[in-house]
């Protein structure tokens, strides 16, 4: 039981350049979620999806896109990177049943720069 | 609308000593609460929560947070640091009123530093 995993670990980027991070759980979860986290701000929440076949706005989405591949897979994609994007990015997931339906789960995360 | 305020940034003890981090937040209805952890380089791990059971609420490694609601506080405790307590801690509040738990809120963050 791997839980949360993130591929790839560290990414560098010139602007402009496109790329999809890779988010996979193996705990059966409904919903997942993409957070980018920057220094002295906490996580904030890029997208999430709820259930498969959807997907919402958070706090910070604009210049990402996302993709539910299917229950286990939820992919953040970024179209033409910005500097700004420089970031650490953290996927996690969440049981919508039982006694574990308040706590998301986070992976390692992937640590983006862009140049 | 929710926020949570962690009111040091840093937070520097003796190994064998209390260790003590604060976090307020502010809620509109009744929130639940979390303690996360980050080791460096690290994914983060749930500490503990709280969702209106017990005030009082023990988590892993020998923490503990306590939720009162007439201070808006939830602030974290240990009674012994070990060096391995070095990490950043993450107080974070899910309001039902705004997106539930899949809109968690975070706060900046505390690095606790722990010396021999």
């Known amino acids: 039981n791997a839980g949360v995993t993130q591929t790839p670990k560290f990414q560098v980027l010139k602007t402009g350049q496109s790329m999809t991070l890779q988010c996979a759980q193996d705990m059966n979860h409904n919903s997942m979620y993409w957070y980018r986290q920057d220094p002295g701000m906490g996580l904030r929440l890029i997208y999430y999806s709820a259930s498969e076949g959807t997907t919402d706005k958070g706090e910070v989405p604009n210049g990402y896109n996302v993709s539910r591949l299917n229950k286990r897979e939820f992919s953040l994609r970024l179209e033409s990177a910005a500097p700004s994007q420089t970031s650490v990015y953290f996927c996690?997931?969440?049981?919508?049943?039982?006694?574990?339906?308040?706590?998301?789960?986070f992976g390692p995360g992937t640590r983006l720069t862009v140049l | 609308a929710q926020s949570v305020t962690q009111l040091d940034s840093h937070v520097s003890v003796s190994e064998g000593t209390p260790v003590l981090l604060r976090c307020n937040y502010s809620?509109?209805?009744?929130?639940?609460l979390f303690w996360y952890v980050q080791h460096p380089n690290k994914g983060l791990q749930l500490l503990l929560k709280?969702?209106?059971?017990?005030?009082l609420v023990k988590g892993i490694n020998g923490f503990e947070a306590e939720f009162k609601k007439s201070e808006t506080s939830f602030h974290l405790t240990k009674p012994s640091a070990h060096m391995s307590d070095a990490a950043e801690y993450f107080c974070?509040?899910?309001?039902?009123?705004?997106?539930?738990?899949?809109?968690?809120?975070f706060g900046a963050g505390t690095r606790l530093a722990v010396h021999p």
């Open positions: 974070v509040v899910s309001d039902p009123a705004s997106g539930g738990y899949n809109k968690l809120i």
């Open positions: 809620s509109s209805y009744s929130p639940s």
């Open positions: 996690a997931s969440r049981t919508i049943r039982g006694p574990q339906s308040n706590t998301q789960y």
């Open positions: 709280y969702t209106s059971a017990a005030t």
